[in-house]
């Protein structure tokens, strides 16, 4: 329990100094009950419509992939740093690295995941 004393101390010194900046924001802070100071600010422009607009799941779906993918160059570019002191067995770690990604992809095209227009729309339930 020794060791974990430092732990307990940051924690508590954590959750103390956001309950200080809640309260004093709440204290300091400005109050209005009028409803245009409810509406965000757009650089000095006066807001036009609602900001609840539906998006197709496709953008969140290929904004995930990019992410998916991002990350695994991430991990290839870190390899890449030590390709001389991997050998031939790091090399081919990322030979199969690589594959299994390619392989992702073209499953990926094969589902149709990148098709912006669906002939069947429940066609990725297997219907």
Not at 85 to 98: K, N, P, R, Y
Request: aromatic content about 20%.
């Amino acid at each position: 329990m020794q060791s974990n004393w430092g732990w307990v101390i940051f924690f508590i010194g954590s959750i103390s100094i956001c309950l200080v900046m809640l309260f004093f924001g709440f204290l300091l802070g400005e109050r209005s009950l009028q409803r245009e100071d409810d509406t965000p600010f757009e650089s000095g422009i006066a807001s036009v419509g609602s900001a609840r607009l539906n998006f197709s799941v496709q953008f969140y779906l290929i904004s995930a992939i990019f992410v998916i993918f991002d990350a695994e160059s991430l991990y290839l570019y870190a390899w890449s740093t030590v390709v001389r002191e991997a050998g031939w067995l790091g090399f081919i770690e990322s030979t199969v690295f690589i594959f299994v990604l390619f392989v992702s992809l073209i499953y990926l095209f094969n589902f149709g995941i990148f098709n912006w227009v669906r002939k069947h729309p429940l066609s990725c339930l297997g219907n």
